[in-house]
C-alpha cells in the first residue's frame, strides 16, 4: 500500500513528459498557442473519461479493472489483463523511443542507442523489481527536483518574451487544436494507471487527483505561453522547442540550463518506464498464476528495448509509431471503454440479482401465508 499523494505524485511525474517532448511535428503545426485550449479540454475530459473507474470504485473499493475483469465476465478476464499488459508494453516502447530520438537529435548523437537505453532500463528494472513503494518514494523525490528545474527555467526566459510573437489563437482553425487533444489525450496514460493502483493507495483519492490534473495542464499552458513568447516563429524550426528554451535559459554565471532539462526528462522516463514494467509484471503475473512477476520485468525490458531501437533506427517506423492516431484508441479503450463496459454489467447483474433477491422473498412470503 502506498498513500495517495504517492499514488499522485507518481503520475505527475509520468504527465511532465507530455511537456518536455511537445514539438510542432506531432501537433501537426508551429502554433503551439492553441494548445492552451487542448489542455483545458483534456482537463475537462479527464474528469468525465474516470466516472466508470470511480463509479467501480465506489462499489468495490479492493478490487482493480484487472478484478473486475476476472469477478465479471470469468475467462475473458485474462484477455482484458493481456490487454492492459499489452497496453503498458507499448507505451514504454513510445516514451523509451522518444527519450532516444530526443537525445540522438539535441544531446549526443555518438552516444550508442544500445547504450543509453541499456542504461535506462538497467535502473528501471531495479526500481520496478524493488515494488511500488520504492517507485512512489523515488518519484517523490524526483517530482521536487524536477518541479524546482522547471520553475527555475521558466522564471529565467520570462524577460526574453516578447509580445509581437503572440498571434490570436485559433488564428488558422481549429485543426492543430485537435490534433493536440488527441496527441496529448494518447500520451495520458495516467487513468490507465490508477485503474489498476487505485485499490494500494490510502487517502483521498478525489483531492489528489483533482490537484494532480490541475497542476499537470497549468504547468504545460505555462510552458506552451513562454515557448511562444521566447522563440516565435522559430518554433517550427526545433525539433524539441522546450530544449532549445533551456539552452536560452541562464542568470548570472548559471548558463544553459538545458542540462537541468535533460535532468527532468531523464528521471521522469526511468519512473514511466519503472511503472509500466511493473504493470506488465503485475498483469502477465495474473494470466500465468504465479507469486511473483519480477522475471516478465525484465522480459518486458528486454522487448521494450528492442523495439525502441528498432524504431529510432527507421524514420518510417518513427512516422508511424508517434502518429498522433497511435496512441488515442488504445488510452481510450484502457482508461474508459473497458471500466465503461464492465460498469453496465456489473450494474446489469446487480439489477438481475435484486430482482432474483425480491422474487425469493415474495416466495417466501406467500409460502408463509399459504398464498398459492
Known amino acids: 500500500m502506498i498513500s495517495s499523494g504517492q499514488l499522485f505524485g507518481l503520475l505527475t511525474v509520468n504527465s511532465l513528459i507530455l511537456m518536455v517532448s511537445t514539438n510542432s511535428i506531432w501537433l501537426g503545426g508551429s502554433d503551439l498557442l492553441d494548445q492552451v485550449i487542448s489542455c483545458s479540454v483534456l482537463l475537462v475530459l479527464n474528469f468525465i473519461v474516470v466516472i466508470p473507474l470511480g463509479l467501480l470504485y465506489r462499489r468495490k473499493p479492493t478490487m482493480n479493472i484487472l478484478d473486475y475483469g476476472d469477478y465479471l465476465t470469468g475467462w475473458f478476464g485474462t484477455a482484458i489483463t493481456f490487454f492492459y499488459g499489452l497496453y503498458f508494453l507499448i507505451v514504454n516502447c513510445y516514451y523509451l523511443s522518444a527519450f532516444q530520438v530526443f537525445n540522438s537529435n539535441m544531446v ?47 522564471i529565467t526566459v520570462t524577460p526574453q518574451i516578447r509580445t509581437e510573437n503572440f498571434k490570436p489563437i485559433l488564428y488558422d482553425g481549429w485543426h492543430q487544436t485537435i490534433q493536440g487533444t488527441i496527441l496529448f489525450f494518447g500520451r495520458s496514460t495516467g487513468i490507465a494507471t490508477l485503474a489498476i493502483l487505485l485499490p494500494m493507495a490510502n487517502g483521498n483519492k478525489k483531492i489528489g487527483f483533482t490537484i494532480w490534473n490541475i497542476v499537470t495542464y497549468l504547468l504545460m499552458s505555462i510552458m506552451l505561453v513562454i515557448i511562444v513568447g521566447v522563440l516565435g516563429n522559430a518554433i517550427q524550426t526545433q525539433l524539441f522547442p522546450v530544449y532549445t528554451l533551456a539552452s536560452m535559459a541562464g542568470v548570472g554565471s548559471l548558463q544553459r540550463l538545458d ?104 416466495e417466501v412470503k406467500h409460502e408463509s401465508y399459504g398464498v398459492d
Open 259 to 362: 542540462s537541468i532539462l535533460l535532468v527532468v526528462w531523464l528521471m521522469g522516463a526511468l519512473i514511466k518506464v519503472s511503472v509500466d514494467l511493473y504493470l506488465f509484471g503485475m498483469c502477465m503475473q495474473r494470466i500465468f498464476r504465479i507469486k511473483w512477476g519480477g522475471l516478465f520485468i525484465i522480459l518486458g525490458a528486454i522487448i521494450v528495448g528492442i523495439v525502441s531501437i528498432i524504431i529510432t533506427k527507421s524514420a518510417v517506423l518513427q512516422r508511424l509509431f508517434f502518429h498522433v492516431y497511435l496512441m488515442a484508441p488504445l488510452t481510450l479503450f484502457a482508461a474508459f471503454i473497458i471500466p465503461f463496459v464492465l460498469l453496465l454489467i456489473d450494474t446489469v447483474k446487480c439489477k438481475n440479482r435484486t430482482i432474483r433477491r425480491a422474487a425469493t422473498t415474495l
Open 108 to 154: 549526443n548523437p555518438e552516444v550508442s542507442s544500445w547504450a543509453i537505453i541499456t542504461a535506462v532500463l538497467a535502473v528501471a528494472i531495479y526500481t520496478a523489481w524493488k515494488g511500488l513503494e520504492s517507485i512512489s518514494r523515488t518519484a517523490a523525490f524526483i517530482l521536487v527536483m524536477v518541479l524546482i528545474g522547471l520553475l527555475f527555467i521558466f
